[in-house]
Every structure is written in C-alpha cells, then in structure tokens.
C-alpha cells in the first residue's frame, strides 16, 4: 500500500510570495488532515477533510491561507502571501475511514517551507 | 484546548542505556497515542493507550498510561542509534467539544542515542 504523497519535499521564497503544498492521502482514506510542524513544536492541526467538505478549520489563518480537497481525493494547501512566521513543515495526514480517536492517522513526509 | 506537556525536551545517551520520557496534562485522556518522527519524515504512530493503568509493550519499548488517565511514559530499555528521532505523544481531546478525529500534540522528546 503507498503511503501518503507530499510535493514539494523543500521549498525556499521570500516573504510576500505565495506558495502551494500538494498532498496525495492513501488509497481510499476519507479524512485528510493538514499540519503545521514549527521547528521544536509538536504538530499542529491547520484543516481537516472529511471526503471534500472541511469538518475543522479553526485554527488555519484564512486571511492567508487556503485548502481545497475539490474531488475527495487530493488536496492543496496554498499560502498567500507568506509571512517569515510561516516557516515550518507542513505534514498531510490520512485516516481510512470516518475519524475515530482509536484511528490510525498516517502521515506523508512533510514540505519543508523556508520563508526569507 | 489539550495542553501536553512533555519531558524532557532534550535526551542524549549512550547506546546501550535505558531512558524513559513523559507526556502529562492536567485533562483526563479519552485516548493517548506516542509516535516517533524521524529527520525529514512524517511521524509514525507506535502506540496507542485507551485504558488507565494500561502497560503495552513493543519490542524493547514499554509504553504506560497512568491510572488517572492524565498522563503516560515511555520506557526504552538498551536504547540503540536506530532509536534516535523526536517522540511525540497526542491525544485526540477529552473534551467533547473536540472536533472528532482531530489530534494534540506535545512538543515532543528529542532522542539522540549515540553508538
């Protein structure tokens, strides 16, 4: 089984620019979770999926950020325009069916963004 | 919102030595998970721990939960380089206002286990 895909796996702009993370959940995983990592911090939960509508997306900035997961497959996470603060690893997860809390989340390999 | 407090925040041993690392909160868990997260990579679920007082093993790695549902450690025995990476521990929220699914995370314990 693939696990979950993540593009770009770096990527380096300048503060103003704007940016946007593809991610690719595993086959057939209805939830999908977006994460903001800052470098020393635990994970921190932007936006959840359920198929393509948001369950939770209290704690993504909307001024300047975005995701759409449009056909309940993948989804992009775009940052417009980035600020220095938003320099992290942004992690995609998936979960297989409805999320439960005994689910198990599966995570991709992360974007690493670098905002100069 | 769950506040997990983990510790140590930093761990540097010898291979070969034992070490155990904390997750604590002043909430009660419905559930508790550990993961560990390697450089460059996603973290990666170990453990997960629903009952107080529940002790599961993996390997060399012994994993608690407290008997009052707020707190958990994990225990690595022989610890070895391959052991190396940032221990996360997350829970999905005792709380029912908690969005289903939607996972906390502690700040983590970075091990560095030197051969």
């Known amino acids: 089984e693939a696990g979950v895909a993540q593009s770009p796996r770096y990527k380096i702009i300048e503060k103003r620019q704007s940016v946007a993370f593809w991610c690719n959940p595993i086959?057939?995983?209805?939830?999908l979770y977006w994460y903001q990592q800052i470098l020393g911090q635990g994970p921190k939960l932007l936006i959840q999926?359920?198929?393509?509508?948001?369950?939770?997306d209290s704690q993504l900035p909307k001024d300047r950020f975005s995701a759409e997961r449009l056909k309940g497959v993948d989804s992009t996470l775009k940052i417009q325009p980035a600020k220095l603060e938003d320099s992290a690893v942004y992690l995609c997860?998936?979960?297989?069916?409805?999320?439960?809390?005994?689910?198990?989340?599966?995570f991709g390999p992360g974007t690493r963004l670098t905002v100069l | 919102t769950q506040l997990l407090e983990q510790s140590p925040q930093f761990l540097s041993i010898q291979e070969g030595e034992n070490l155990t690392v904390y997750c604590n909160s002043s909430?009660?868990?419905?559930?508790l998970q550990w993961y560990r997260q390697e450089p460059g990579e996603g973290p990666v679920l170990l453990v997960t721990?629903?009952?107080?007082?529940e002790v599961k093993k993996l390997k060399r790695l012994t994993f608690q939960f407290g008997d009052a549902r707020k707190d958990s450690s994990l225990h690595i025995t022989a610890a070895q380089p391959g052991d190396t990476g940032l221990y996360l521990c997350?829970?999905?929220?005792?709380?029912?206002?908690?969005?289903?699914?939607?996972?906390?995370f502690g700040r983590g314990t970075q091990l560095t286990v030197w051969p």
């Open positions: 997350a829970s999905h929220g005792a709380d029912r206002g908690s969005t289903l699914g939607r996972l906390y």
């Open positions: 721990v629903v009952t107080g007082g």
């Open positions: 999926f359920q198929n393509n509508g948001v369950v939770d």
């Open positions: 909430s009660v868990f419905s559930s």
């Open positions: 997860a998936s979960t297989r069916e409805q999320a439960a809390d005994t689910d198990t989340q599966y």
């Open positions: 086959s057939g995983h209805a939830t």
